[in-house]
């Protein structure tokens, strides 16, 4: 059974930093990616960035792209997102999604089923 599970989250001030984890199970990251979203207050999920299992493509949107960096960590079986100079406006739920990753991202759809995390709040106060 396909499991992710997002941690890392919490409160910080403008300009700081936050490292979330995607951990995986129950799949080959070989043959799926994995996908960042988050899903502020009032607002619908977006996709901010993915990466396939080398780290050889990543995507990133333009709101966070030169802050936020996506990585593999095998040894952990896990996806990162380290973020640098959070902005108010990345207040929002985090999520991890299987999706397959080129130049943008397709969420996997098996049958009509998604595979999501619960999420993790990210809350960045100026």
């Known amino acids: 059974e396909v499991q992710l599970v997002e941690s890392g989250g919490g409160s910080v001030q403008a300009g700081g930093s936050l490292r979330l984890s995607c951990q995986g199970s129950?799949?080959?990251?070989?043959?799926?990616?994995i996908g960042w979203f988050r899903q502020a207050p009032g607002k619908e999920r977006e996709g901010i960035s993915c990466?396939?299992?080398?780290?050889?493509?990543?995507w990133y949107d333009d709101s966070v792209k030169g802050r936020f960096t996506i990585s593999n960590d095998h040894g952990k079986n896990t996806v990162d997102l380290q973020m640098n100079d959070l902005k108010p406006e990345d207040t929002a739920v985090y999520f991890c999604?299987?999706?397959?990753?080129?130049?943008?991202?397709?969420?996997?759809?098996?049958?009509?089923?998604?595979?999501w995390g619960k999420g993790t709040q990210v809350t960045v106060s100026s």
């Open positions: 999604a299987l999706v397959f990753c080129g130049d943008t991202y397709y969420i996997v759809d098996e049958d009509g089923r998604e595979y």
């Open positions: 129950g799949f080959s990251f070989s043959d799926y990616n």
């Open positions: 990466t396939d299992d080398t780290d050889t493509h990543t």
